[in-house]
């Protein structure tokens, strides 16, 4: 299967963007305003094999921990170590300097189950009504 490289998103605000094999992953603009200001990432060690929609990593903010789930399936092949000095790149650069970390994607299919860019803008203003 051939999939387009882009970004694509899950309902719980993460995204992936997918090049070829691999991808980077972090969480959407809409999650980091609602989480605020991001002041702790956990690690992920690379080598660590995750499934699809499995916990992936931890984000502490002033207002609230959460969960990070991974939006694909594979290996993690390394971590944004920027984050461990600098967390808030999540909140001033999410989808650039704040991506969390790289995998090198299982199944390409598994982008069936996530939302493209269009339709996570829709799935947006749906949450705000």
Same mark, same amino acid.
């Given at each position: 299967m051939e999939v387009k490289q882009g970004y694509y998103y899950t309902k719980e605000h993460e995204w992936v963007f997918i090049e070829g094999s691999k991808a980077k992953v972090g969480i959407s603009d809409y999650a980091q305003h609602k989480?605020? +200001?991001?002041?702790?990432? +956990?690690?992920v060690q690379p080598g660590k094999t995750v499934k699809q929609f499995e916990i992936l990593t931890g984000i502490e903010s002033v207002k609230a921990a959460s969960d990070v789930y991974a939006p694909v399936s594979g290996t993690v092949i390394a971590f944004n170590s920027a984050l461990n000095d600098s967390p808030e790149l999540i909140n001033t650069s999410p989808y650039d300097k704040g991506y969390i970390l790289e995998i090198e994607i299982k199944d390409v299919s598994e982008t069936k189950k996530l939302m493209t860019a269009d339709e996570y803008k829709k799935y947006l203003e749906g949450l705000e009504k």
């Amino acid at each position: 299967m051939e999939v387009k490289q882009g970004y694509y998103y899950t309902k719980e605000h993460e995204w992936v963007f997918i090049e070829g094999s691999k991808a980077k992953v972090g969480i959407s603009d809409y999650a980091q305003h609602k989480l605020g +200001d991001i002041t702790y990432v +956990d690690t992920v060690q690379p080598g660590k094999t995750v499934k699809q929609f499995e916990i992936l990593t931890g984000i502490e903010s002033v207002k609230a921990a959460s969960d990070v789930y991974a939006p694909v399936s594979g290996t993690v092949i390394a971590f944004n170590s920027a984050l461990n000095d600098s967390p808030e790149l999540i909140n001033t650069s999410p989808y650039d300097k704040g991506y969390i970390l790289e995998i090198e994607i299982k199944d390409v299919s598994e982008t069936k189950k996530l939302m493209t860019a269009d339709e996570y803008k829709k799935y947006l203003e749906g949450l705000e009504k």
